[in-house]
């Protein structure tokens, strides 16, 4: 998950829009986005779906190499 998080901050840094524009769009709010930004906390599965939504992202998951799905 943390990949995923980090994967997650450098979009939203990327995005070019700010904090409060996304969570307007995204539903989750400012301040849980502002502490994702500064590392401080996780965030829930659904969180992030959420966000990747209003940055127009799909998460895409994989298995680990070496690893089997269940």
Known sequence: MARLLDDIRRAIGEAGET???IAQRSG????????????EQG???ANVERIA?????DILLKPQRGRKAK
């Not at 939504?53 to 992202?57: E, F």
């Open 19 to 21: 904090e409060y524009r």
């Open 28 to 39: 989750v709010s400012q301040s849980q986005i502002s502490r994702l930004m500064r590392g």
């Open 43 to 45: 965030m829930s599965v």
């Open 53 to 57: 939504g209003a940055l127009g992202l």
